[in-house]
């Protein structure tokens, strides 16, 4: 009979995890400008469909307090992701094509860091997002995101709301509305091949689906630019400094509607880049400096709006250019101007890491330790065959008294 109950309890227990597999994948806590009415949690369904009550009785959004969700109670679909707003008319005059379900909540979310959770109408926490200024998002216009176990600033100005996973880099120009712009650094494929994007509605949406729906006021620019490598501190005079670009896209981009930031500094850039290639300025070309002990790059539009940035903290390292990995991290490498970034110098130490033979003890020991133990070895051989012929002796004698 017990083990009857047991099974049963297992079993309502499971369902309940995979009945409400309720995931926060993206949060605006602090927008760019007034907080009032514009911040929004985004999250999506993992599990089976789910009733969602609203109301005194139904969910709630804690952010140290509880928040009733407004509106009507819905049916949350499998794979489908919900927007809950301070106001849904403020978020869609800003995010005129997200198409996801919005729930307006008026919770309140801290800029300096803070908890938010997804509650049931029975309290249980099926969701929880645990943030900090100190991992980005903090006023300038980006959102945090999970992304594989982790929540980081986002790559894209504004965020993305209602699409999951954030696109790739190559898909982000048609996802991003009017005056929306990139945070991104990373070298792609020369031939980026189209992904599809699950968004909010109940199917899976292909980028080109989402293009068609995007629509601009005036003619748009090609503004898919971004800053790949830099050489900071050259060994000398730092003659040889430089910053390459690179052109994501699948158009010519026109440099003449862009400026270079190296701190202080602002550079109007000319000459063109065509799609999926780089250009590389050096420091003799436009006369910028980059510190050794800690700098800020910017890409800017005519408009003064910020396309791009990338900054590094502490010393650099001397005839090491920084650049983006393909997987979106930054580190010090062997300076390749105007080509793919390699990272050969690690790879190279990891493999003689993996070639190395095991050392013996012997290796790490003081020639004060190896000298005993050496000793230990000249004493360990007559103390056994003393002890031998002891018990050889003993075994002797007792055989001699049995009888």
């Not at 709630?60 to 679909?77: C, Q, T, Y």
């Not at 198409?99 to 029975?122: Q, R, Y």
């Not at 890491?353 to 005993?372: A, G, H, I, R």
Request: charged share 30%; net charge negative; aromatic share 10%.
């Amino acid at each position: 009979m017990k083990n009857k109950i047991f099974i049963l309890l297992l079993f309502i227990s499971l369902n309940f995890c995979f009945a409400k597999n309720i995931l926060i994948t993206e949060v605006m806590y602090n927008p760019e400008g007034s907080d009032e009415g514009r911040e929004w949690i985004e999250a999506i369904n993992l599990g089976e469909d789910i009733d969602v009550k609203t109301g005194r009785d139904g969910w709630k959004i804690f952010d140290g307090k509880n928040h009733i969700l407004k509106g009507e109670s819905f049916l949350w679909r499998k794979n489908e992701i919900v927007v809950f707003v301070q106001s849904i008319s403020k978020f869609l005059s800003e995010y005129q094509n997200c198409n996801a379900k919005l729930v307006e909540v008026s919770f309140s979310l801290g800029n300096k860091s803070g908890t938010i959770k997804i509650l049931d109408e029975n309290k249980n926490e099926l969701a929880e997002f645990a943030y900090s200024s100190n991992i980005g998002g903090n006023g300038n216009g980006y959102s945090l995101i999970y992304d594989n176990g982790i929540i980081k600033q986002g790559n894209v100005k504004k965020g993305t709301p209602g699409i999951y996973p954030e696109p790739n880099i190559a898909e982000q120009k048609p996802l991003i509305q009017e005056a929306t712009k990139t945070d991104v650094a990373t070298k792609i494929e020369e031939k980026p091949k189209a992904t599809t994007t699950e968004t909010k509605s109940q199917t899976t949406t292909t980028i080109e689906t989402i293009s068609q729906s995007t629509t601009t006021k005036e003619e748009s620019i090609p503004d898919t630019i971004m800053i790949t490598e830099f050489l900071a501190d050259e060994k000398g005079k730092d003659l040889n400094e430089f910053i390459e670009l690179y052109n994501y896209g699948d158009e010519k981009v026109d440099l003449s509607n862009f400026y270079l930031v190296v701190g202080s500094k602002k550079i109007k850039l000319n000459g063109f880049i065509e799609p999926n290639e780089y250009k590389v300025f050096y420091k003799n070309d436009l006369g910028f400096n980059i510190r050794n002990n800690g700098e800020i790059l910017k890409i800017l539009n005519n408009k003064g709006e910020e396309m791009f940035s990338i900054e590094y903290k502490g010393k650099a390292k001397v005839d090491k250019s920084f650049a983006r990995d393909d997987n979106g991290n930054w580190r010090w490498t062997i300076p390749t101007p105007g080509k793919e970034n390699v990272f050969k110098e690690e790879v190279a130490k990891e493999e003689n890491q993996k070639n190395e033979p095991e050392e013996s003890l012997e290796n790490f020991l003081t020639p004060y330790e190896n000298f005993n133990k050496a000793q230990a070895k000249e004493i360990q051989l007559p103390s056994i065959f003393i002890g031998i012929s002891i018990l050889i002796l003993i075994i002797i004698i007792s055989m001699l008294f049995i009888k």
